[in-house]
């Protein structure tokens, strides 16, 4: 009989309920409350809070529109392309112009921007050109090239992977004393991973210059943000890592840009991090792999049609007399003529090197691959492919 059985009567005998002495009730609970959700304009494009309209002048206005309409022509335009073969998967931004443009709005070119992969548009703005990042999604080694006019790091498919990286970054800025700052953003899926998490607590901690904005775009490909937070109030999770927080309309590119900026000078001063919740929505699919008709209803996206950040700004522009009619078509054929121009530019730089998949593993590649690719390379000559 071993010890622990000797003492078996004793060890499957109930616990004993003791009486507790603690009035439970007077043990004060924080209020995981709802964070009030800030913007400059309604869902009709009228201003609700003047005191944090930017003040932007007219030609910034029409540029920010201009970055908006083409985020959303060139993510048209790469659907099409992809449902006619000629491109990779990926993840279109189509109704998240506004958080897109507005959280790169207020970035100097010598901050570092490390995006989601759904940040075709805000990288656009950052300088990517569309060839380029065409090439990319259509797995290109060229589009991985990153452009030299900004401080861009790679997005990451694997979620929430770059954001510890980002804060990396924010850290190393710390310790050469340079005034650049990182913003970084995810979804609201990527908040659920542990590496968010101790990407905030160690930025909190070492007061890193970084901008964490959480794209709360209510799904996580099928999984609604109910099923996946407790408290789906994003921007209270600053609170429990000691990081500044604001909520923020995510389809109102001003109130974006009113948020970031104030998250962007707090990081810049040498406070430490921020975060901002975006309340936005992803009114396509998830990918181009994806058929969210499946897990969503079609009300819901309807609702979320009638708060179209392009529309919104478009009205406030009008009342503004900074657009009209004939000025959203003369802009819209103007950007649809530069998505098409790099769509062609992309055919004649997109040239298929089958060959590649044998040549960026190896040094020198072991004799058994050369085989392998020669007999690769054979067959396509045959099939007539090369
Ligand atoms: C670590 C990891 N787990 C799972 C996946 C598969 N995956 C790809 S995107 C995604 C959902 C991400 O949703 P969210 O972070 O809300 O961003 P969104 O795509 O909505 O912008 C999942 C689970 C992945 N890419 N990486």
């Given amino acids: 009989m071993s010890p622990r059985s000797a003492n078996s009567t004793a060890s499957t005998a109930p616990v004993e309920n003791r009486p507790v002495r603690v009035d439970s009730n007077s043990v004060e609970t924080i209020d995981l409350g709802r964070v009030e959700v800030i913007r400059v304009l309604d869902e009709k494009g009228r201003v609700v809070d003047a005191?944090?309209?930017?003040?932007?002048?007219?030609?910034?206005?029409?540029?920010?529109?201009?970055g908006m309409v083409r985020s959303r022509r060139f993510d048209q335009r790469m659907l099409a392309m992809q449902r006619q073969g000629e491109m990779g998967t990926f993840a279109?931004?189509?109704?998240?112009?506004?958080t897109q443009i507005g959280q790169v709005y207020p970035m100097r070119p010598t901050d570092w921007y490390s995006p989601s992969y759904r940040s075709i548009g805000a990288q656009v703005w950052r300088g990517w050109t569309m060839e380029q990042l065409l090439l990319l999604w259509a797995g290109y080694f060229e589009g991985f090239a990153i452009p030299e006019v900004a401080n861009e790091l790679p997005f990451s498919i694997v979620i929430g992977s770059h954001v510890p990286v980002a804060t990396g970054v924010a850290m190393g800025i710390k310790v050469r004393k340079d005034d650049a700052v990182v913003v970084t953003n995810f979804g609201d899926g990527a908040s659920s991973q542990g590496v968010v998490a101790e990407a905030f607590n160690f930025a909190a901690v070492y007061k890193a210059p970084i901008v964490f904005i959480v794209e709360s775009n209510g799904w996580a490909i099928s999984t609604p943000l109910e099923k996946q937070a407790g408290n789906t109030?994003?921007?209270?999770?600053?609170?429990g890592f000691g990081i500044p927080a604001v909520r923020v309309d995510g389809n109102d590119v001003l109130g974006m840009i009113a948020a970031c900026t104030r998250a962007i000078d707090h990081a810049r001063s040498g406070r430490g991090p921020y975060l901002v919740e975006a309340v936005t929505y992803r009114m396509s699919l998830h990918t181009t792999a994806d058929d969210p008709k499946v897990y969503r209803k079609d009300e819901e996206v309807k609702t979320w049609e009638g708060k179209c950040p392009i529309l919104r700004f478009e009205s406030y522009l009008k009342s503004r007399d900074v657009l009209d009619d004939d000025a959203i078509a003369r802009i819209n054929e103007e950007i649809e003529a530069e998505v098409i121009a790099a769509r062609d530019r992309f055919r004649e730089l997109a040239v298929a090197r089958p060959e590649e998949i044998f040549d960026f593993v190896y040094e020198q590649l072991p004799a058994e691959l050369r085989e392998q690719k020669a007999e690769y390379l054979e067959r396509l000559k045959r099939k007539g492919v090369q």
């Fill in 92 to 98: 279109p931004g189509l109704g998240q112009e506004a």
């Fill in 51 to 66: 005191a944090l309209e930017p003040g932007l002048p007219d030609d910034e206005l029409l540029r920010l529109y201009r």
């Fill in 233 to 239: 109030v994003l921007a209270a999770r600053g609170v």
